[in-house]
């Protein structure tokens, strides 16, 4: 197919209804490309007279490579003017978003794919900014100011949800103290799907967001997951009354291994007075205490009985582990009402006085989350999914070296796992 000569630059570039008034090679490695867009003289927006050309501006926008070249497009733009005396208007110019939005330093593509990489790949907005020849402010911008309006735009992102779980996340230490700062995720337990993200871990934000929503989607709503934390719990009773509490495994074996801690540490602290060090047997057995048992090799074993052997005289320690490998086992029984009547025993004996106090107390909370707690067999909604959300943030953190701005947390994370529709970004321009 032959192509007109004069359209020929038009096409390599790609952009309809511009004209390629010339290319430069500053720098190997660089190409400027010199653009401008054609228009129809316009008239005055008050008083309707055609308007006159004021002046010419150039605009330097960072493009997509070309060639095995970095590309900035250098775009001169016609500034009108009313010539009419007594009108009074400004100059202006005309916007062509399909070039790049008004306030973007990326072109419209450039910031397009931007987003994409960081957003959907995980790719760190470092790696990009080089990729375009940028810097890191212009393209963590652009994934947001485009990343947000994605989300923004999606509005069937949000399907119907038969699980919800509440979770909580770290999202920043800030300051000299390091303080932490608290995020909430909403997930679809069932499919793993990030809903949101909101701030803190108390019950506000998180009622706000589900105040928000539907009616008709609330009722949806059959099971809320959550932690063993009183807050989340106060989100549920409040806002979804109707659906039936659960406590996922993930939490319920972590509160065992918390305990078991807690005992290795009093007994280690009575035995030896102080804290561990790194020849004392407990404390050298403290990550083969909290292996899942079938994880541990016959090595692994054998010393493991040894260490607490020799550093747990009372057997306090080896009570605690038994104690969490007990509760571990829950998750093997498939029957809720055998996981329930099991539950229920195991609860009481952990209370009994023989046992060492975190025990006890450790069969206390089984006890007053029993419910919540198999309802898990009955519902097999997890928040594993959530769980496996928080390893991905933690992935999209250390791509982004952490974050400064829950709003730029937020967007990152969402655009990461909160399955937006890609198909949309072509037709993105953000405000
Ligand atoms: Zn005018």
Redesign the pocket.
């Known amino acids: 197919m032959e192509i007109d000569p004069t359209r020929m630059c038009e096409l390599l570039v790609g952009l309809p209804g511009v004209d390629v008034l010339g290319v430069a090679v500053p720098d190997p490695g660089w190409l400027i490309v010199h653009v401008a867009a054609r228009e129809q003289r316009p008239n005055?927006?008050?008083?309707?007279?055609p308007a006159w050309v004021k002046d010419y501006r150039d605009v330097d926008l960072v493009d997509l490579p070309a060639f095995d070249q970095r590309v900035v497009l250098r775009v001169t733009r016609t500034r009108w003017c009313?010539p009419?005396t007594r009108?009074?208007?400004g100059s202006w110019t005309i916007e062509h978003t399909e070039i790049a939005p008004a306030t973007q330093k990326l072109t419209t593509r450039a910031g397009r794919w931007a987003t994409e990489q960081v957003g959907r790949y995980a790719r760190s907005v470092a790696e990009v900014a080089n990729a375009l020849g940028t810097d890191w402010h212009t393209i963590n911008d652009a994934v947001i100011a485009y990343g947000e309006a994605l989300i923004d735009a999606d509005t069937d992102r949000i399907g119907t949800v038969r699980a919800l779980s509440l979770d909580e996340t770290l999202f920043m230490r800030e300051g000299p103290w390091r303080t932490q700062r608290w995020s909430t995720q909403l997930v679809d337990a069932r499919t793993g799907q990030l809903l949101d993200i909101v701030e803190g871990r108390d019950a506000t934000a998180p009622a706000v967001w589900l105040d928000a929503r539907d009616p008709q989607w609330l009722a949806g709503i059959r099971w809320a997951v959550m932690d063993m934390s009183g807050p989340y719990k106060a989100v549920f009773d409040t806002m979804l009354p109707d659906a039936e509490q659960v406590i996922d495994p993930f939490h319920v074996v972590k509160h065992a291994n918390s305990k078991l801690d807690e005992c290795r540490r009093r007994v280690q602290n009575e035995t030896l007075g102080h804290r561990g060090h790194k020849h004392d047997p407990l404390y050298r057995c403290r990550k083969l205490l909290l292996k899942a048992e079938e994880r541990l090799d016959p090595a692994g074993g054998v010393k493991l009985t040894g260490l607490l052997r020799a550093g747990d005289p009372r057997g306090e320690v080896a009570y605690a582990w038994h104690a969490k490998e007990a509760v571990r086992f829950l998750y093997d029984i498939p029957r809720p009402d055998l996981a329930a009547r099991y539950l229920a025993e195991l609860a009481a004996d952990l209370q009994d006085n023989d046992f060492p106090i975190e025990v006890r107390s450790l069969g206390r909370t089984l006890a007053r989350w029993r419910v919540e707690i198999v309802n898990w067999h009955r519902s097999r909604a997890t928040n594993g999914p959530a769980e496996a959300i928080n390893n991905l943030v933690k992935r999209v953190k250390r791509a982004a070296f952490g974050f400064r701005k829950f709003r730029h947390y937020r967007i990152r994370s969402l655009l990461y796992t909160g399955r937006p529709d890609w198909n949309l970004l072509p037709t993105i321009t953000p405000r």
């Open positions: 005055c927006a008050r008083c309707g007279t009313c009419a009108c009074g208007v």
